[in-house]
């Protein structure tokens, strides 16, 4: 018998018309260090909630897909270090060897979709890496826009990639890219950039009603949403820059690649940074949280028929 995605989950999710919010759990297991991760994952849901929206936690336990998961879950995948990384193509070896898995942007959109969830906070997506003529790395979780009907909000392309191929390679693809309320894109850890925005909305009402109109436009589309770190988190754009250049270097030194390319850089920029990147991550998460929560109404109102 054919397997759905759907066979997968824990329970049979169905969230159709529910101002839901979906959250990542590599974020969790490889994008912080314990216990702030823990304490960051929940405090994120609660910011959810803040904003009115009900928020859901995406991650594989024992092989099954489980679609918001319990403190004290999260509180296990924040211990655990046997958790694997799961892109799109590591599902189905983590589920049917019954494994730990943590979803990355690109997995957490295909589950979200399975599910009838079409929007999803997290910090950073991945994109187009510095060295990509070298290396080719290229983040799948850009593809995965191109598939999974969910908009995503960020804090836009992480610092540590190459932020003008990740905003030409999503045009290629024909992803819709917005900011809201800035015209420039945002780098992650900096609110402004001299990058320009493809889009800049600031009206609510105008989303939603884009959103609607790409279902059948861009059927299967996911929307790109970049939401700035909140002023009195931003780094210095020149300090963090410095700071990324070496750790690449580091990284070609200790010739790291593939899924390990993006927590090294994570951690070794936390390091440097005496740690105030990783509190510039947990604010500008908790934001984008607070944010989708409050248009998550209104996203799921799109999607009714
Ligand atoms: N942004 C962060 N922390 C993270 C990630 C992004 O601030 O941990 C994770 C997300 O789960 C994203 C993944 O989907 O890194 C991208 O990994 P890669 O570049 O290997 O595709
Ligand atoms: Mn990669």
Redesign the pocket.
């Known amino acids: 018998m054919n397997i759905s995605l759907k066979d997968l989950f824990a329970e049979d999710y169905d969230f159709s018309g529910r101002p839901v919010v979906a959250l990542?759990s590599?974020?969790i297991s490889?994008?912080?260090p314990y216990p702030e991760n823990v304490k960051t994952a929940l405090a994120v849901e609660e910011e959810v909630r803040r904003g009115g929206g009900i928020p859901l936690t995406i991650g594989i336990i024992k092989g099954k897909i489980k679609i918001g998961m319990t403190a004290e879950e999260i509180e296990e995948f924040g211990k655990r270090n046997d958790v694997m990384?799961c892109?799109t193509r590591d599902l189905a070896y983590c589920c049917a060897s019954g494994k730990y898995g943590?979803?990355?942007?690109?997995?957490?959109m295909k589950i979200a979709k399975a599910a009838n969830i079409h929007l999803f906070a997290?910090?950073?997506?991945?994109?187009v890496?510095r060295e990509v003529t070298k290396t080719y790395?290229i983040?799948?979780?850009l593809k995965e826009f191109t598939e999974s009907d969910v908009a995503v909000i960020?804090a836009g392309p992480?610092a540590i990639l190459d932020v003008a191929k990740t905003l030409e390679y999503m045009e290629t693809l024909g992803v819709p890219n917005i900011t809201l309320n800035s015209e420039s894109v945002p780098l992650?850890y900096t609110r402004e950039s001299k990058y320009k925005s493809p889009l800049n909305i600031n009206d609510n009402e105008l989303l939603y009603k884009m959103i609607k109109y790409n279902r059948s436009i861009l059927p299967n589309y996911g929307t790109l949403i970049f939401n700035p770190i909140p002023k009195e988190y931003s780094l210095d754009e020149k300090y963090v820059e410095e700071i990324i250049q070496k750790g690449i270097a580091e990284l070609t030194k200790k010739g790291i690649s593939?899924?390990e390319?993006?927590?090294f850089l994570?951690s070794y920029v936390k390091e440097m940074t005496g740690g105030k990147s990783l509190e510039a991550?947990i604010a500008l998460?908790k934001n984008n949280a607070f944010v989708a929560g409050t248009l998550a109404k209104g996203i799921a109102k799109c999607f009714e028929d």
């Not at 997290?122 to 994109?127: L, V």
Request: proline share 3%.
């Open positions: 990542e590599t974020i490889h994008g912080m990384k892109s943590a979803t990355t942007v690109a997995a957490t997290t910090g950073g997506i991945g994109g890496h790395d983040s799948a979780d960020c992480k992650f593939g899924k390319v993006t927590p994570l991550n998460i």
